[in-house]
């Protein structure tokens, strides 16, 4: 089984949105990283010496190599990446080996044989 890695960097705004719209699209899990911390065209802004930059996340998703496009374009669309300025960037990355997934791999093997989807709740 081949797989992508797709990493995010996103507000708090659209995280729960994002990470649902993952899951629906295919995405059996995620691994969210917070305090992250970007700078885009423009430098944040700076208020008495502080950076007053908001929030940010990064989220790495491990998905199967034909589910990768639903997944990268659904978060875009939901994240509203291309639609709003500072919104959040995304990229797949191809990946080599990966360890530790034999459960995963497992479940996703059964649904296919079974042609059942995961729901939202992994189940």
């Not at 629906?24 to 430098?43: D, F, M, N, Q, Y």
């Not at 990768?68 to 374009?73: D, F, H, K, S, Y």
């Not at 875009?76 to 990355?93: K, N, P």
């Not at 459960?103 to 044989?113: F, T």
Request: aromatic share 4%; proline share 3%.
């Amino acid at each position: 089984m081949k797989f992508k890695l797709i990493i995010a960097f996103l507000p708090d705004a659209h995280l729960e949105d994002v990470l649902k719209a993952a899951r629906s699209a295919g995405a059996t899990g995620s691994t969210v990283i917070t305090s992250a911390r970007g700078e885009g065209l423009a430098p944040e802004r700076k208020f008495l010496g502080l950076d007053v930059a908001s929030h940010r996340n990064l989220v790495f998703w491990l998905v199967e190599e034909a589910v990768a496009p639903t997944v990268l374009r659904e978060i875009s669309t939901v994240g509203r990446f291309e639609e709003e300025r500072g919104a959040g960037i995304a990229c797949q990355l191809d990946v080599e080996e990966a360890v530790g997934l034999m459960r995963q791999m497992q479940a996703i093997e059964k649904d296919r044989k079974h042609g059942a989807p995961r729901d939202a709740s992994g189940a």
